[in-house]
Every structure is written in structure tokens, then in C-alpha cells.
């Protein structure tokens, strides 16, 4: 997507710039520096000693995207790629299909760039969440149905309006805002790569470019490390990428969802054969975990990192501790 000429700076040149995802500007489809959402970004990596104890781990850390600017969750990296893409590409009107935190980032990100904004969403997500996207004034649709079905109306939208979905048509630029989490990652760690990341799942996007992002450090030499297992987390009640993953196939088996991880509950996901292939190829593997066990991590990331995240948070933790015990952390991993 990028000229094949780009010169990437080094981690100097990356250490004087503003603290956000921009840093990495040089890796993203851009030419220049793309002036909206500037804030998003470089959110912290916590260590977490008591959690690295619980999984019998020599550390572990939390890639906190949970303080996201500016809508809190680590959606607001893929629109704030999607949204300077959509205006780059003189497109005046965005939009998502939704599972309740992209509806947010898009709502967030498109009031402040002041473009029209429609925002599809199953009609049966957290009222907490749809207040988080109302409060901003989009353009809200609730549809009877799964995320799944919401998915397959903003397809024929785009089409038919000439829109950028961010989630659809504009998909490649979004796609590329996962990455700056892996960047952050091996920059806030000193540059290197940890052993292994567990990393929750819905269309399972953001593992395989996680995976994107530490081999074109590695590219780059930035970092030396080999690439880190990784593992994903799904809620057993929607977890098609695990059950791929666990099958040894190359087709996702699409499910209907039937979680309280609503925010994660994708029953046929994009990118699924893609995230399957990265946990395999770098010797990780996925884990589904029960609603109990999601909101018993809530809690435990919260009384154990002061971290209070909603159910993707907790079926990330749920499922560290569900790998943990599965046997295949080793006491030297970070
Ligand atoms: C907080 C959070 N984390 C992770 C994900 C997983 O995203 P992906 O669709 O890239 O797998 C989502 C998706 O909605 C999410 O809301």
C-alpha cells in the first residue's frame, strides 16, 4: 500500500515524535501526516506482576487500550486510519457495521472531523454502549439481528451510497491502524518482542496484524526477536476462530452468537482463516472461555491492575488463564 522506496526512521527518529499511533507514520497508507484523530494512540503498557504470578509467567504486561483516545477502546486506531483514508479519498460520509466499540470510534471520530456519520448495530447491545456511540449524534441504526446480518446490510449500503464503511469498503486502511499496537508494543518493551501476546478476537483482525507488525519491525531492524506466539481469546458462546484453530481446518464454520461478550461476538469472521494461520504458524493457539469466567476476570484484572475494562478485557484474561492452564506458558515467558 505504501511506496516500496519509503524510508522508515529509526528508533530515535520515532522516540522525538508526539506520543501516538503517528509515530509510526512511515507503516500506514499515508502519504505525509494524516491531520485527524492526532490524540489516538500510545496508550500504556502496564506491568502486571501479580497476573504474570497467576499464569507462572516471568512477566506480563497490559496493553491498556481500554484508555484510548478518544472513544476508550482500541477501535479508535483502525478508524482513526479508516477516517483520514475516507477524506484522502474525498469520500463525505462514513460508517460501520458494529458490535458496539467501533460504533463508538466511528460516532467519536466523525462528530470531531464534523462528517456525517451512520452507524449499524445488532438491537441487542449494551444500552451503556449505544449511549457511548447516541451521545455524538450519528446517524443510529438498530437492526433485528446479529452482527453477522448488520454486517451483510453495510455491504449493499456502500455499494449503493457511495459511503466509506469503515469495516467494508475501507477495510485495508482500517485494517492497517491495528498495527500500531504491535509497534507500541515493542517500543514500550525497549524494542524487543515479548515471547508470546494474547490478544481478544472478533473478526480476528488485530492478531494477524499484530503478526503483521512485528515482522516489519523485524524488517526494518528494529527488533531482532523472533515473532511471538500468539494466542487468541473468544467467548465459548461465539468462538469460530478457536473451533478453526482447534479443528486444523482452513474453513470457518460461521455461529450464531450467544454470549455477554457482545462487544467480541462475531459468528463469521473476516479475518478468521488469517488469524488461525498466524496462531499455527507461530506455535500459539486460541482458548474459549464461559460468560463466568469472563466476568471473574473483570474482576481480577481490576483488583490486580487497577484496570477496568468491559468483556473483551476479561475474555482476554479469561483466556490467558484458560492457556495458562492448558500448559503452554513456560516460567520464562514475557
Ligand atoms: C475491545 C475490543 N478488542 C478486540 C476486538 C477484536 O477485534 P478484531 O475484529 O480485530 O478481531 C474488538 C472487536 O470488536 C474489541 O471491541
Not at 484522502?88 to 464534523?114: E, K
Not at 448495530?121 to 449524534?137: C, M
Not at 451510497?161 to 485495508?172: A, M, S, T, Y
Not at 482447534?246 to 478468521?272: H, L, R
Request: aromatic share 8%; hydrophobic share 45%.
Amino acid at each position: 500500500m505504501y511506496p516500496t522506496a519509503r524510508r522508515f526512521p529509526s528508533r530515535a527518529e520515532i522516540a522525538a515524535r508526539a506520543p501516538s499511533m503517528w509515530r509510526y507514520r512511515e507503516w500506514l497508507p499515508f502519504e505525509g501526516t494524516p491531520t485527524l484523530s492526532q490524540d489516538t494512540g500510545f496508550t500504556p503498557l502496564v506491568d502486571a506482576p501479580r497476573l504474570a504470578d497467576k499464569l507462572g509467567v516471568a512477566k506480563l504486561w497490559i496493553k491498556n487500550d481500554a484508555v484510548s483516545h478518544p472513544s476508550l477502546s482500541f477501535k479508535d486506531r483502525v478508524v482513526a486510519s479508516a477516517i483520514n483514508a475516507a477524506v484522502a479519498l474525498g469520500l463525505d460520509t462514513v460508517g460501520c457495521a458494529s458490535t458496539g466499540n467501533l460504533a463508538n470510534a466511528v460516532a467519536a471520530q466523525a462528530a470531531r472531523a464534523g462528517l456525517p456519520a451512520w452507524i449499524f448495530i445488532p438491537d441487542n447491545l449494551e444500552q451503556a454502549k449505544v449511549l457511548g456511540t447516541a451521545v455524538y449524534g450519528p446517524n443510529l441504526v438498530r437492526v433485528r439481528g446479529h452482527y453477522d446480518d448488520v454486517n451483510r446490510l453495510c455491504v449493499q449500503l456502500a455499494d449503493r451510497f457511495g459511503w466509506g464503511i469503515v469495516n467494508v469498503n475501507l477495510r485495508g486502511y482500517y485494517g492497517e491502524g491495528s498495527k500500531t499496537m504491535g509497534f507500541e508494543i515493542a517500543e514500550q518493551l525497549g524494542w524487543r518482542l515479548p515471547t508470546a501476546v494474547v490478544v481478544p478476537m472478533a473478526g480476528g483482525s488485530l492478531l494477524t496484524k499484530l503478526h503483521k507488525a512485528f515482522g516489519e519491525l523485524r524488517d526494518a531492524g528494529l527488533v531482532s526477536d523472533e515473532a511471538p506466539r500468539l494466542y487468541g481469546a473468544q467467548a465459548s458462546g461465539c468462538s469460530p476462530i478457536t473451533r478453526l484453530v482447534e479443528s486444523g481446518g482452513e474453513t470457518i464454520v460461521p455461529q450464531v452468537p450467544n454470549t455477554i461478550a457482545k462487544s467480541i461476538a462475531i459468528g463469521n469472521p473476516a479475518d478468521g482463516v488469517f488469524a488461525a494461520r498466524a496462531m499455527r504458524g507461530t506455535g500459539g493457539w486460541s482458548a474459549a472461555v464461559s460468560d463466568e469466567s469472563i466476568i471473574a476476570a473483570i474482576r481480577l484484572l481490576a483488583e490486580t491492575t487497577g484496570i477496568f475494562t468491559e468483556t473483551a478485557g476479561g475474555a482476554t484474561l479469561a483466556g490467558a488463564l484458560a492457556l495458562a492452564g492448558q500448559g503452554r506458558f513456560g516460567k520464562d515467558d514475557d
